[in-house]
């Protein structure tokens, strides 16, 4: 192991370092002759100093403390579904390495039926730890009790599932409601006259959908606001253009578009373009989105849109803290870790904030 040999050689240059050099810092020729006893004693201690460097190390990299790498199951959405999902894959991969004491191994599914295939196959494989992403809320219960009678961790990112806390070691997440309900109170802070609403939805059934189309479906029933349509798009650019298009052909009027991420705005945006609709701050049709990605804040600093709502993709970095934690012997502190998040309206966005916040 690479820290035994730095350990080995720091125990070395001690000795050296000891014996060649005396107290006033007099040129070894001159030095008095040291005794064997000493010798033995200097050695002796140089040794212990070794040890506990080698003893510190592995405390502070608890994962590779055993010499064998963490055996890891990632199982995530497809990373070419949007960029948001583009750049969380890229942080999954760049913690989760040899390097860093972890064999990885990775399924990409925005299926639910496929990622629990995945998830099972993981478990034949004996994985450590399986690392989950789920496509929608429901239906792991079983693959997480296979799971739990096998010895292997379960350790929720991006996504909640509806099952048992007991069947997980910790979820790292976004809080996908609050998204919905702060972007949501923005718009309702707009006052518009009407409320005319294109509604382009992710994938069905996962939680980014549900938290972000519960809190506008509440403001339709409770606010008189009107759906001009609801349709899912998938993430997808190429469908939301497609259900814009549909409205625009239809001649129904709408002065909101409401999209779950970026891409579908970027969709919507595209087919509002061909039709000569303007769009953003002070124009014909707000336009909302979600992730933060850098381009789409750059829409908004150009005033081209009107809204975006963060999420974080950046949770490998606490993934790997619990892992070390549990490796360590340790408990996990938190069960739920909530990623801190924000919106951006396009009349106060700064281009500190494209650069900090854009993905």
């Not at 048992?164 to 949501?184: N, R």
């Not at 002065?255 to 991420?261: F, L």
Request: glycine fraction near 8%; include cysteine; proline fraction near 1%.
């Amino acid at each position: 192991m690479k820290k035994q040999f730095l350990a080995a050689m720091m125990a070395a240059a001690m000795v050296t370092g000891l014996t060649a050099c005396s107290g006033s810092g007099t040129p070894e020729t001159t030095a008095a002759p040291t005794t064997e006893a000493a010798q033995e004693t200097t050695k002796a201690e140089a040794a212990e100093e070794a040890k506990e460097t080698e003893k510190a190390e592995e405390a502070a990299a608890p994962a590779e403390s055993s010499g064998e790498l963490v055996k890891v199951g990632i199982i995530n959405n497809d990373p070419n579904e949007s960029g948001y999902r583009t750049a969380n894959d890229k942080d999954m991969k760049e913690m989760f390495t040899e390097e860093n004491g972890y064999e990885a191994s990775f399924a990409y599914s925005l299926k639910n039926d496929e990622q629990i295939t995945a998830a099972q196959k993981f478990i034949q494989d004996d994985v450590d730890y399986l690392l989950i992403s789920a496509a929608d809320t429901a239906g792991w219960d079983s693959v997480l009790k296979d799971a739990q009678d096998a010895g292997i961790r379960v350790i929720l990112f991006d996504r909640t599932i509806d099952a048992d806390e007991s069947l997980y070691e910790a979820s790292i997440v976004s809080d996908m409601a609050k998204e919905g309900q702060t972007a949501v109170d923005w718009l309702k802070g707009q006052g518009l006259d009407s409320y005319n609403i294109i509604h382009l939805q992710g994938v069905m059934g996962s939680a980014a959908q549900k938290g972000r189309t519960g809190a506008l479906d509440e403001a339709v029933a409770s606010d008189g606001w009107t759906l001009v349509t609801q349709q899912t798009a998938e993430w997808n650019a190429e469908k939301a253009q497609q259900i814009v298009q549909s409205v625009i052909d239809s001649g129904e009027s709408f002065n909101v578009i409401y999209a779950e991420n970026d891409d579908m705005a970027k969709g919507a945006v595209a087919a509002l373009d061909k039709a000569n609709i303007s769009h953003g701050v002070g124009k014909d049709v707000i336009i909302m989105g979600f992730d933060c990605n850098k381009w789409a804040l750059e829409e908004l600093l150009n005033q081209n849109w009107n809204y975006d709502g963060q999420c974080n993709p950046f949770q490998a970095s606490y993934i790997h803290e619990i892992i070390k934690t549990i490796e360590g012997g340790g408990t996990v502190a938190e069960k739920v870790v909530i990623m801190e998040e924000k919106g951006f309206d396009a009349s106060e966005i700064t281009q500190e904030d494209v650069d900090k916040y854009g993905i």
